[in-house]
């Protein structure tokens, strides 16, 4: 189990940053994602396991300086 | 500490009007050579065309100044204000201070936005706006005192010249017991000593019992302040509650204040945990996206960028509350408590740092090839005290340092110092020579526009190059990020107003990574909205953080996620909960339109604000050298064959540069026309006299200076 922007998700071994936001519409839109306090940018989401017991937060937008 | 004299030369007694819905409705002017002290009444007209901030800076500033007025003459005026909404505690954001002058840097208007608590205090002791011309001999303190309800002019020796010092000195000479009622303005010895002076504005922390920093960097604005023989501005005021802004409507304002507050709160610690780590964020993402400006922006990515990325400032740090100004819930402005430099005159002494943001740490730390965050601070700190601009010593610094690695200046010319990317010591010796006025260092102080000039003048280095290398335009130095891959953040710099700052539009994201505007005309409305919503905020007296660095949970299913509209609203309400005003978000464009036209004809009257003066350095559209190219080869040999149809068998890879080149500079060159076109300027990018009388500032000198310039109805 991990918990996504505070709420319970269901997590299974292997699941990768890309596999997560197939659950999520407009998915496109999230181009940083943060696992407890690590940034995973979209250049990563295919190659990046979840690890169990994750708090993961799809951040909406960089929105720079 | 230093024996210091104060013998007050002037006192100028006045009765403090009522802040009435968020104006003082009038402005002060010290003119320092003759020391006198006016007051000049602010119209309804003024404010209905020019709102407040940096709207009344650019009326001050146009109207002390002529078209030959060079940033050291006594008429140059600093402006300083900060706006209807500033000093409003119950929304986050709500404290900041611009600042105009004519800059050293560009030669024509500069303006930059920065925290602490001068402009608030300022207008609460009866002022919209601060105007400071003339230039003295000896050092003056310039004291706005607003409970005493007097303006004292006072003249100064024996003060410290850093910063650092001068503020906890004048903080404390102040205070009479309550330092948290004192803003203290200064800069430092590099301000007097090179180009890129900055200002620092102090905010007194209660918990940390200490003054804190934040600056008006970009321009040179310091070393105006410096040439005129200020040491210091200080402004006194007692206790801000929302009431004291006097608001039209306190109920709504409190309203959709906490809702904003309570957002932030909620929000923030999801996604960018800007309470805790500030800007720093960026520095990961902006490597992963190959947007992190390394060594002279010749790339965009670091294999050490982790080691001063947010994971290491996390732990860094100072933990607790950082708001510039008071009831600021996004609280982003972090500092390092008990530092110690290794150089330098505060060598082994314990001190306190604030920051690093983003900007410092990209330009002082992977645009010099340096990935050590002990000597980012120690940067960091060093450009506040001396007053010096962290972004322009960074970039011009990374300018030197390409020239030192290619050979076009060497060790004869540096006084000996190897400056080859990534050589710690000589990045910060060279900070140390700008507060010193000596050696190389004072050289790279006068910005890459001069380098390049005395580098080809004095030392045969070749022009061409270095124009495509050095990274400035208008005259000031680019800030850090990497544009070459979206046209439209290369308009976002070209096209800025006082030159390439990323506060007018950052739409590299939404370019580059999300896609959101793949035609011309996208990218056109793109920039005009966003500049014009960004100007808004140095309007108003507000911090633009709060408005996107933290989004509704729901931003993503609205039709423009990247406009954040339900903020939008909110400030639209809140502009009419504290002015009376009624208004839309529509209604917040137009506002910032009126005084974005006025300041690109300001340019105008300058000399400056026409089609060729938005041009870019080929390097921030582009590969300039083979290494650059071949680095990305895959990229840009896909680019040239699927996108611009070449056959690129068998061609050299500066066949291909040059045929990459050609393309995308033309590219820039229609988004100009597709940018003018929408913000209603002629294809010389001049507002054309529709757009200005629309807009309301068809003044007599705007229409007369337009149609010198062969613009007529
Ligand atoms: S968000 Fe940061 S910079 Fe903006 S007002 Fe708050 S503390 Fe200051």
């Known amino acids: ?65 | 500490m230093a024996e210091y004299k104060m013998k007050s030369l002037m006192v100028f007694n006045y009765d403090r009007p009522v802040i009435e819905k968020g104006y003082a409705n009038q402005t002060l002017c010290i003119d320092i050579s003759d020391v006198v002290i006016s007051v000049k009444p602010v119209t309804e007209k003024i404010k209905n065309v020019f709102i407040g901030g940096k709207g009344f800076d650019l009326w001050l500033l146009w109207n002390a100044v002529n078209s030959t007025t060079t940033w050291s003459d006594p008429e140059n005026a600093i402006c300083i204000a900060s706006g209807p909404m500033g000093g409003t505690p119950v929304y986050p954001g709500s404290g900041k201070s611009i600042v105009t002058t004519i800059s050293p840097l560009t030669g024509s208007v500069i303006d930059s936005n920065v925290g602490g608590y001068f402009g608030p205090y300022l207008k609460f002791s009866g002022f919209d706006a601060l105007e400071v011309t003339g230039k003295s001999l000896k050092d003056v303190v310039l004291f706005i005192d607003g409970i005493d309800e007097k303006v004292q002019i006072f003249e100064a020796s024996g003060l410290p010249d850093d910063s650092y010092a001068l503020s906890a000195i004048l903080t404390k000479y102040f205070d009479r017991g309550k330092p948290r009622n004192i803003s203290v303005v200064s800069t430092g010895p590099g301000a007097k000593n090179t180009r890129m002076g900055c200002l620092n504005f102090t905010w007194y922390d209660l918990k940390r019992k200490r003054a804190r920093y934040k600056q008006a960097g970009r321009g040179g604005i310091g070393g105006v302040f410096a040439d005129k023989g200020i040491k210091a501005i200080v402004a006194r005021w007692d206790t801000v509650t929302t009431k004291t802004n006097n608001p039209a409507d306190a109920t709504t304002l409190k309203e959709v204040g906490r809702k904003h507050s309570r957002e932030v709160v909620e929000l923030d610690p999801k996604q960018n945990q800007m309470a805790q780590i500030g800007t720093t964020h960026l520095v990961p993402i902006m490597n992963d996206f190959d947007l992190l400006p390394t060594h002279n922006f010749q790339y965009g990515q670091h294999s050490e960028a982790d080691n001063i990325g947010q994971e290491v400032f996390r732990r860094i740090f100072d933990p607790g509350y950082d708001g510039c100004w008071m009831g600021c819930t996004l609280a982003c402005s972090h500092g390092v408590k008990d530092f110690v430099p290794l150089t330098g005159p505060y060598k082994g002494i314990k001190v306190f740092v604030d920051g690093p943001e983003y900007e410092t740490i990209a330009g002082c730390g992977s645009n010099l090839g340096i990935f050590d965050p002990h000597t980012i601070i120690e940067m960091n700190f060093y450009c506040d005290t001396y007053g010096l601009d962290t972004i322009s010593v960074g970039t011009s610094t990374a300018f030197a340092m390409e020239c030192f690695e290619m050979g076009l200046i060497n060790e004869s010319h540096t006084g000996g110092m190897n400056l080859s990317f990534g050589n710690r010591l000589a990045a910060l010796e060279v900070v140390h020579q700008m507060a010193r006025g000596e050696g190389f260092g004072q050289i790279i102080g006068r910005g890459v526009r001069q380098m390049k000039m005395i580098f080809s003048r004095d030392y045969g280095a070749d022009p061409d190059l270095m124009q495509d290398i050095g990274m400035e335009a208008k005259g000031l130095e680019f800030s850090e990020y990497m544009t070459k891959e979206s046209l439209a953040q290369q308009g976002g710099y070209g096209l800025a107003l006082k030159g390439p700052q990323h506060d007018e539009a950052w739409l590299i994201f939404l370019d580059m990574v999300h896609n959101f505007m793949p035609t011309f005309e996208q990218k056109a409305e793109a920039l005009h909205w966003f500049p014009m919503f960004r100007t808004w905020f140095g309007l108003c007296g507000l911090c633009k953080l709060p408005w996107n660095d933290v989004v509704p949970e729901d931003n993503k299913d609205t039709p423009e996620p990247a406009k954040v509209m339900k903020h939008v609203e909110w400030y639209a309400d809140y502009y009419t909960a504290v002015t009376g005003r009624q208004t839309t978000a529509d209604g917040l464009i137009r506002m910032s339109e009126a005084v974005y036209n006025f300041q690109r004809i300001f340019n105008l009257k300058m000399g400056f604000g026409q089609r060729e003066h938005d041009n870019i350095p080929y390097r921030a559209m582009g590969p300039v050298k083979i290494v650059e190219y071949e680095s990305r080869a895959e990229r840009y040999d896909k680019q040239l064959v699927e996108k611009h149809n070449i056959d690129i068998t068998g061609k050299t890879t500066e066949e291909k540069i040059a045929l990459l080149r050609k393309f995308r500079e033309n590219l820039y060159e229609k988004l100009k026309d597709a940018v003018y076109k929408r913000r209603g300027w002629t294809s010389n990018g001049i507002p054309t006299i529709d757009t200005v009388k629309r807009l309301g500032i068809d003044f007599p000198e705007v229409l007369e200076l337009l149609k010198a310039h062969g613009v007529e109805s």
């Open chain 1, 1 to 65: 189990m991990i918990r996504v922007n505070g709420k319970k998700h269901f997590w299974y071994e292997g699941m990768t940053i890309k596999d997560l936001l197939n659950n999520f519409n407009k998915s496109h839109l999230y181009a940083v994602v943060r696992i407890n306090d690590k940034h995973i940018s979209r250049p990563y989401f295919e190659k990046t396991l979840i690890p169990d017991n994750s708090e993961v937060f799809l951040i909406p937008m960089v929105a720079g300086g």
